[in-house]
């Protein structure tokens, strides 16, 4: 059984950075996407950033110039370096991964921004 593990939130101030990391169980190269999620209270989650296996690597709008994807295939992981943080990042964080069309989570980090 695949698993994906986050670490990396926590507590910061507006304007800091935290650099969150995904482990996974297996060779991320087996992945055909990887991708970073939020989700805050009472709101649905949402894609920030993710990677395709051809390399293709896309943002969303309200993270572009802040956040930052990358991987380390030596080490089975994907990052996500958030910088100039806002209150509005406050929310559980997910990695995910698919397999050909199965989508898998891992068990959230919680980053909290204070004003």
């Known amino acids: 059984q695949v698993q994906l593990v986050e670490s990396g939130g926590g507590l910061v101030q507006a304007g800091g950075s935290l650099r969150l990391s995904c482990a996974a169980s297996?060779?991320?190269?087996?992945?055909?996407?990887m991708g970073w999620y939020r989700q805050a209270p009472g709101k649905q989650r949402e894609l920030l950033a993710s990677?395709?296996?051809?390399?293709?690597?896309t943002y969303r709008d309200s993270v572009k110039g802040r956040f930052t994807i990358s991987r380390d295939n030596a080490k089975n992981a994907v990052y996500l370096q958030m910088n100039n943080l806002e209150p509005e990042d406050t929310a559980v964080y997910y990695c995910?991964?698919?397999?050909?069309?199965?989508?898998?989570w891992g068990q959230g980090t919680q980053v909290t921004v204070s004003s």
């Open positions: 297996r060779s991320i190269d087996s992945f055909n996407f």
């Open positions: 995910a991964a698919r397999i050909a069309v199965v989508l898998l």
């Open positions: 990677f395709t296996g051809t390399g293709t690597t």
